[in-house]
Nanobody, 127 residues
Framework: QVQLVESGGGLVEAGGSLRLSCAAS????????MGWFRQAPGQEREFVAA????????YYADSVKGRFTSSRDNAQNTSDLQMNSLKPEDTAVYYC????????????????????WGKGTLVTVSS
């Protein structure tokens, strides 16, 4: 079975940093674009960041550009989200997601329709 397991969430003050990690199993990791979504209480889930199967191309929501960095290590089947200059508005449950890149799909396809989801990790940014 495919499993995506997030870790690294916690409480941090505004302006601080956190690094989230997603460990994947049950899939051919290098065939999938990897990314992150987030959802605050009472809000709809929104796209945050993604990295292509090769790790070369990245894509970010405007709200996190210049602050967050999405990366991956295909040898370890992990993807990371480095979050810097955190704001209270970043408070949410963060979900790891995966989308197949077979057939030449671009990383943007993950934004619209991920194939798999993790269960999430909570990030709380205090003011």
């Amino acid at each position: 079975q495919v499993q995506l397991v997030e870790s690294g969430g916690g409480l941090v003050e505004a302006g601080g940093s956190l690094r989230l990690s997603c460990a994947a199993s049950g899939l051919t990791f290098s065939s999938y674009a990897m990314g992150w979504f987030r959802q605050a209480p009472g809000q709809e889930r929104e796209f945050v960041a993604a990295v292509s199967w090769s790790g070369v191309y990245t894509y970010y929501a405007d709200s996190v550009k210049g602050r967050f960095t999405s990366s991956r290590d295909n040898a370890q089947n992990t993807s990371d989200l480095q979050m810097n200059s955190l704001k209270p508005e970043d408070t949410a449950v963060y979900y790891c997601a995966a989308r197949s890149s077979r057939g030449g799909q671009k990383v943007e396809a993950l934004v619209k329709s991920p194939d798999y989801w993790g269960k999430g990790t909570l990030v709380t940014v205090s003011s």
